[in-house]
Nanobody
Framework: QVQLVESGGGLVQPGGSLRLSCAAS????????MGWYRQAPGQERELVAI???????NYADSVKGRFTISKDNAKNTVYLQMNSLKDEDTAVYYC??????????????WGQGTLVTVSP
């Protein structure tokens, strides 16, 4: 089994910063990509940022210039540095990863989610 465990959510004022972490554990042969998604109340889950195994990144337009995704391959961990937070960034943030537990198996794994609340 492969698990993703997120941490770092919480309450922050507008303009503030938070750093989310997501660590993958279990039997892992390789990780293809790791990304962050978010879901606000009453809205669909949306992609926030993703980083590939090669280090390429992609961001939602709404977070470009404010959020930075990075990873530590040795720790199988992905981070999301969130700066200049806005009220509309309030959501449950989910980590997702494409993981190969072996050379012949591929899994898409989701974390349990961590709540980010941006409020005065």
């Amino acid at each position: 089994q492969v698990q993703l465990v997120e941490s770092g959510g919480g309450l922050v004022q507008p303009g503030g910063s938070l750093r989310l972490s997501c660590a993958a554990s279990g039997i892992i042969f390789s990780i293809n990509n790791m990304g962050w998604y978010r879901q606000a109340p009453g809205q669909e889950r949306e992609l926030v940022a993703i980083v590939t195994s090669g280090g390429s990144t992609n961001y939602a337009d709404s977070v470009k210039g404010r959020f930075t995704i990075s990873k530590d391959n040795a720790k199988n961990t992905v981070y999301l540095q969130m700066n200049s937070l806005k009220d509309e960034d309030t959501a449950v943030y989910y980590c997702k990863s494409g993981v190969m537990p072996s050379t012949t198996r591929y899994l898409e794994v989701w974390g349990q989610g961590t709540l980010v609340t941006v409020s005065p």
